[in-house]
């Protein structure tokens, strides 16, 4: 323990910063590498903004939700070449329909992400317009995906043909329902905002639907990489 | 709830030491969601040209195509969601890290241990056989 342990810190360090070795402080001792004699929670820093908690605390639930599609993900991969006499994927895909998908869904994560700014700047028609547009992207998307499904149901390729078709329509359908509940999320967001404005959590809440529909596209993005492209290449 | 716009909850987010995810004064503007966009949409023009061509050694395909797929992840994470190596941005990138290890766990581990199980199965026939007796 070190002598300068002990001495208050700098205004304006954080003492619960992970691996926050600051300049600013003296020296080691007390927990881990932040050098602070003081347990968390009772120190000056006090606790963080509730905007960063609730923010922080949203990033953990999407980060189980990605490991919950890593299993589909792994149940996908390992049934692939299940196909029981089945069509294959490279039967099946249609690789201009996914691009467009793709497009939509790509295209609305950038839309939602003008909405944060336009609601940053307490713009509310600019955070209405771009949720709106945000919305009709997500909308599109799913009648297509909708389709999609219809027409391999119709074909005979319905999730009860091959363990191949099983994982595809859980995996791809449970990214789906995430995306139609989103799009019950973000209808609720802009009546929330046209009628309460942008009072400190109608903020809170545009920030989650902000990571929750970033996330829906990142899991897109491996979604059709590894079942689409990979799929209809092999 | 008169005022709220002009009270304190306007600079809730401006807290000095931590950053929520999706929330970062730096990245946060119209030309971070412009750049994203498209470094994105040339990753994903690349990965369905690719898969559309032969220009790649058929059996090459799928890596390549997955280190597309992590790039753009990438790119969403920073132009997207925000997440930097910014000293405010600790703890949202000690999560992402754990997640990220945990998926690779779980798809890696699958896919190795089903390889090894189809591996060691006992071909159809003679499971055929086993059934007639």
């Given at each position: ?220 993005v491996a979604?059709?990489t ?9 | ?46 990965s ?17 195509l997955i280190?597309l797929a992590i790039a753009q992840i ?60």
């Open positions: 323990m070190s002598q300068a342990a002990f001495q208050a810190p700098a205004a304006d360090a954080d003492p619960y910063k992970l691996g926050g070795s600051r300049k600013l402080r003296g020296g080691g001792g007390g927990h881990g590498r932040g050098g602070h004699p003081e347990p968390t929670g009772h120190g000056e820093g006090g606790p963080a903004s509730p905007r960063v908690i609730v923010g922080y605390g949203f990033w953990i639930f999407l980060l189980s939700d990605i490991i919950m599609f890593s299993a589909f993900f792994a149940a996908y991969a390992v049934l692939e070449r299940g196909t029981a006499g089945g069509p294959t994927g490279h039967d099946l895909f249609d690789l201009k329909r996914v691009a467009i998908e793709t497009s939509f869904l790509l295209l609305s994560s950038f839309t939602c992400g003008l909405s944060n700014v336009a609601s940053d700047a307490r713009s509310k028609w600019g955070t209405e317009l771009f949720l709106l547009l945000t919305g009709l992207l997500g909308a599109a998307f799913l009648l297509l995906e909708v389709q999609e499904f219809r027409e391999m149901i119709a074909q005979g390729a319905g999730p009860e043909r091959s363990a191949f078709l099983s994982a595809f329509f859980a995996l791809v359908g449970c990214h789906g329902l995430h995306v139609f509940a989103g799009l019950l999320w973000l209808g609720t967001m802009m009546a929330q905002v046209l009628v309460k404005g942008f009072r400190p959590h109608i903020m809170h809440r545009l920030l989650c639907f902000n990571l929750f529909w970033h996330a829906l596209d990142i899991i897109w979604l059709f590894v079942v689409y492209l990979i799929g209809a290449g092999a | 709830m008169s005022n709220v716009h002009a009270g304190s909850g306007d600079h809730e987010g401006l807290d000095r030491e931590d950053s929520a995810p999706g929330d970062s004064r730096v990245a946060k503007s119209v030309i971070a969601y412009v750049i994203g966009l498209g470094l994105a949409v040339m990753l994903t023009v690349a369905f040209v690719l898969s559309g061509t032969d220009w790649l050694y058929g059996p090459s395909l799928p890596v390549a280190v990438g790119i969403h994470l920073v132009y997207f969601l925000h997440i930097t190596t910014a000293p405010d941005n600790t703890n949202n990138v000690m999560a992402l890290v754990f997640g990220v290890f945990i998926v690779f766990l779980v798809i890696g581990g699958s896919i190795w241990i089903m390889g090894h199980l189809n591996g060691n199965m006992m071909p159809a026939h003679q499971l055929g056989q086993i059934g007639g007796m």
